[in-house]
């Protein structure tokens, strides 16, 4: 009868071991279909799980991934970063940051969000550690400022420009107005007169120049310019 219970209790053991291979054989199958990084992180921050595209986006075997801690394997900076969120983590919120990683010499930009395993409503048993690759969104953040800050300094030239336009304007719209007050004087020769006349017209080229320029300066703005 004991020959039989320990047989029994064999078969059992074996039978929830299989179960336990095939649940976790499932398990790799599903995550590793995902695009993102999957890792399962203890209290310790020892990595206890991660799948495949995990070991193959940062160029590891998993073999070499699992029973590692966060900082072996990301990096101090990012180990450093997630324990400041502990508080937030153990109050059993989801927290989540930015980080960069150095693959290959070559930097990635990561979000990295951290979901509590709560065994129950006091304890912690772990976290479940979802990585996605947003280098794409960083380049295009980064040339997005770059062009606002093209643009802004692009507006303040304008601005300038228009500033010292419209200061320089007014010299020769000035003398033109002088010349023909004078023109209007009836003591005024012949001589005088052609004298002012000539002026107005030199002034005017001038003026005629500066106004040219200003609207040289809209078609550019506006893609019109041959």
């Known amino acids: 009868q004991r020959v039989l219970e320990?047989?029994?209790?064999?078969?059992e053991k074996n039978a929830a071991e299989e179960?336990?291979?095939?649940?976790?054989?499932q398990l790799r199958l599903v995550t590793g279909v995902l695009p993102a990084l999957l890792s399962y992180i203890d209290k310790d921050m020892i990595l206890r799980f991660c799948n495949e595209t995990y070991a193959k986006w940062l160029r590891i075997p998993t073999d070499r991934i699992i029973g590692q801690s966060v900082e072996e394997i990301l990096g101090p900076k990012v180990a450093q970063d997630l324990k400041k969120q502990f508080p937030q983590l153990l109050s059993g919120q989801q927290t989540t940051i930015e980080a960069s990683l150095e693959i290959d010499a070559t930097e990635k930009f990561v979000s990295i969000t951290l979901t509590p395993d709560r065994e129950t409503k006091e304890d912690i048993k772990g976290f479940v550690c979802l990585i996605t690759d947003i280098s794409d969104r960083k380049v295009y953040e980064k040339e997005l400022e770059a062009a606002k800050e093209q643009a802004d300094a692009?507006?303040?030239?304008?601005?300038?420009?228009?500033?010292?336009?419209?200061?320089?304007?007014?010299?020769?719209?000035s003398a033109m107005l002088g010349f023909a007050e004078l023109l209007l004087l009836p003591e005024q020769t012949i001589s005088d007169r052609i004298q002012w006349t000539e002026k107005i017209r030199k002034n005017s080229l001038r003026l005629k120049m500066m106004i040219d320029e200003i609207l040289d300066l809209s078609k550019v703005e506006a893609g019109r310019l041959q």
Do not use: C, G, V, W
């Open 6 to 11: 320990l047989q029994k209790s064999n078969q």
């Open 19 to 25: 179960r336990l291979r095939q649940n976790e054989k």
């Open 154 to 173: 692009a507006n303040q030239a304008k601005s300038q420009f228009l500033a010292n336009m419209s200061h320089e304007m007014r010299t020769p719209l």
